[in-house]
């Protein structure tokens, strides 16, 4: 079965840390890795997506489909990065149907 | 501007009055789909639709209906709300499943 699995509610570090928030999935097909983030009082955004590779606000994602995982990083984390974190996982149906699923999230903590 | 609109924002009602959350976005997306999100337990999805007429239940699909009468919008119906689905509940859309999610301000739900 498809699943996303966030083992962490809760991750709490210093300012200047680094910080990984860790996402397994478990999936068949050729997994589409997103992660999603939720700053306090705002709607969800996307964060990145791995066949970007991209980085966005320092963070970066690497998917490894030995470990199945698609774990995001940041070597300094910053106050502003506390919020909550969803990683999601596309689920192909055929075609372009899918769906989304998500993990149950993280929330970050950047103490000062 | 490209949008996901939810209304209600906010919502108090009593157990076993009917009620419906309308979401409506304007960018053409095929893709949409409704999330609770409850401390503790993340985002869990209740029903999506991959088209117009398409509908399929997510993971909590109990207490509630969706339709999908036409591309832009997606209304929540809850047919008879008990207290157990008290919750903060988004809607979001996209191109299809494997683009990235766009979601509204959410709608804050209390069943008494």
């Known amino acids: 079965a498809q699943r996303v699995t966030q083992p962490e509610k809760l991750l709490s570090v210093f300012k200047g840390a680094p910080v990984e928030l860790k996402c397994n999935y478990s999936?068949?097909?050729?997994?589409?890795l997103f992660w999603y983030v939720q700053y306090s009082r705002q709607r969800l955004q996307l964060l990145l997506r791995?066949?970007s590779r991209e980085s966005i606000k320092g963070f970066t994602a690497d998917l490894n489909k030995g470990e199945t995982s698609f774990h995001l990083k940041k070597p300094f984390a910053q106050e502003e990065d506390s919020a909550m974190y969803y990683c999601?996982?596309?689920?192909?149906?055929?075609?372009?149907?899918?769906?989304?699923?998500f993990g149950k999230g993280t929330k970050l903590s950047v103490k000062p | 501007e490209a949008q996901v609109t939810q209304n209600p924002r906010y919502l108090i009602t009593v157990t076993g009055k009917k009620l419906t959350v309308t979401c409506s976005q304007n960018?053409?997306?095929?893709?949409m789909s409704w999330y609770r999100q409850d401390p503790g337990l993340g985002l869990r999805q209740i029903y999506y639709?991959?088209?117009?007429?398409?509908?399929d239940k997510g993971d909590v699909p109990e207490g509630y209906k969706v339709s999908r009468k036409e591309k832009r919008n997606f209304p929540l119906i809850l047919e008879s709300p008990s207290p157990n689905q008290t919750s903060l509940y988004f809607c979001?859309?996209?191109?299809?499943?494997?683009?990235?999610?766009?979601f509204g301000n959410g709608t804050r739900l209390t069943v008494t």
């Open positions: 639709s991959m088209n117009v007429e398409v509908t």
């Open positions: 999601a996982l596309f689920t192909h149906y055929g075609g372009s149907q899918g769906n989304l699923i």
């Open positions: 979001a859309s996209s191109l299809g499943a494997n683009s990235p999610l766009h």
């Open positions: 791995h066949i």
């Open positions: 960018m053409n997306h095929e893709y």
């Open positions: 999936y068949s097909g050729s997994p589409e």
